[in-house]
Every structure is written in structure tokens, then in C-alpha cells.
């Protein structure tokens, strides 16, 4: 399967139709997966840009499985807290507090009044916007890409419906050396593609502590000896993370 920003070689066989023959190898792929089946988001991404905000009030879970999705695959995350004028982004802000002590760098922003501290952290990367559906994904694309709203109007058209959602991920050049890559809102972000290890390192916190179990095919469940566990007993690890 492809994925949106994959480098692909196309062979055109009339003016407005081509054929994909070869596909480049991927620097990075950002995928999610339930028991069943994977979704491939992006490829080629440098930097995920995580969009939470205070209304509707956002799932921390989704957002650990978004940021451990992007360690595994070595894209460097930004956590923007969207509605920062409303009061709830208060409370918001002291939720992320743990995330920020991990190192995630965190961006207050109010996009419908300008997305200017944005641009730096995009300049010269590949980057997906990721979130749940009402965060402010689509008003942070259409400032930073004003033709992407005229783009997603005529798509609406287009398919007779009266307000357009984003349904697939699209690519849209910042400028010559900047992407981004607008994708749906999701409600879950699976990570069942991670193994144990694989997922307890994708958990930046738990690093230091891993190796240090009792038992080498330690699952952190209930095992005796778990660093783990202790780490998250003594407060060294967020217990909710754990």
C-alpha cells in the first residue's frame, strides 16, 4: 500500500491519467493498527504536530498512543494546545504539565487568530497534523494553506455534501523545503503493530527503567520484580501512563 508522502515514480499515459511503477524506500512511516487491520497515515514525516485543545475535551489516551507511534517511528512530536483563550485551557495546560517535564515541547496557540508561532517549528520538515475531530486541525491548515480551504470547498462540491470533513490524508507544500500533511480526526489511534518492549520503549520516561526487571521477558503487568511498577509506585513514571 502507499501511503501520503510517499516518493514514487509515475509513468503517465495520457495527459490527465499515470501509473505508479516504483515506490522509494521510506525514511519514515507513521502507521495505527487495531487487532485487525493497520492504517497508514504518512510517510517521510519529520514531525508530528499533536493538536489537542480544551473543548471538546481531548483523550490523553489518544495522545500516548500518537506520541508513542511517533517515537517508534523516529518522528520528532509537538504537542499544540489549540483554544488557549478559552478558561478550560487552564486546565488543560496542567494535564499536558507531565508531558512537558518528559520533554515534549508544548505550543499554545489560538488558531483562528493566527498560527505565526507555528511556522518555526515547521520550517524546513515534513509534518502531519494528528488529532481527535474538533481540536482545530482543519483552522490551523487553513491559515498556514489559505488555497487548501478553497481545495476542500471544491471537493464538498464536488461530492454534493454541504460541509466537508477530511476523509484522507493530503500533502500541501509550506514552501519549497516545508510540507504538511493534513490528516482525519480520529476518536482511537491503535498501536497493536508495537510489541511489549517495543512499546514500553516508545514511552519515553519508562527508558531508564527498562532492563532493570527481575525477569527478562518481563511483561510490566503483574510480574514479580517489575522496575516498572516500582517506577510508577515510587512516582518516577506517571502511574497513568504506566
Wanted: charged fraction near 20%.
Amino acid at each position: 500500500d502507499y501511503a501520503c508522502g510517499d516518493r514514487v515514480t509515475v509513468s503517465c499515459s495520457s495527459d490527465d491519467q499515470g501509473v505508479i511503477d516504483a515506490c522509494a524506500p521510506r525514511d519514515t512511516l507513521l502507521y495505527r493498527s487495531d487487532e485487525w487491520k493497520q492504517k497508514l497515515i504518512a510517510a517521510n514525516v519529520s514531525r508530528m504536530v499533536a493538536v489537542v485543545a480544551p473543548l471538546p475535551s481531548f483523550d490523553l489516551d489518544v495522545l500516548d498512543c500518537c506520541l508513542a507511534a511517533a517515537e517508534h517511528a523516529g518522528i520528532r512530536p509537538l504537542i499544540v494546545l489549540n483554544k488557549a483563550d478559552l478558561p478550560e485551557a487552564a486546565i488543560s495546560e496542567k494535564s499536558l504539565a507531565p508531558y512537558v517535564a518528559m520533554g515534549y515541547p508544548l505550543l499554545k496557540l489560538v488558531a483562528r487568530e493566527g498560527v505565526e508561532a507555528l511556522r518555526p517549528h515547521l520550517a524546513g520538515q515534513r509534518s502531519v497534523l494528528v488529532g481527535e475531530s474538533g481540536m482545530g486541525k482543519s483552522t490551523i491548515l487553513n491559515q498556514l494553506v489559505p488555497q487548501a480551504r478553497v481545495q476542500t470547498q471544491e471537493i464538498s462540491a464536488s461530492l454534493g455534501t454541504g460541509k466537508h470533513t477530511t476523509s484522507h490524508a493530503r500533502l500541501y507544500h509550506l514552501d519549497a523545503q516545508s510540507d504538511i500533511i493534513d490528516t482525519p480526526g480520529v476518536q482511537a489511534f491503535g498501536v497493536h503493530h508495537l510489541g511489549v518492549e517495543e512499546l514500553a520503549a516508545a514511552f519515553t520516561e519508562f527508558r531508564p527503567h527498562l532492563g532493570q526487571c527481575r525477569f527478562r521477558n518481563c511483561r510490566h503487568l503483574e510480574e514479580p520484580g517489575c522496575a516498572l511498577a516500582a517506577a510508577a509506585e515510587s512516582g518516577a513514571i506517571t502511574p497513568r501512563r504506566f
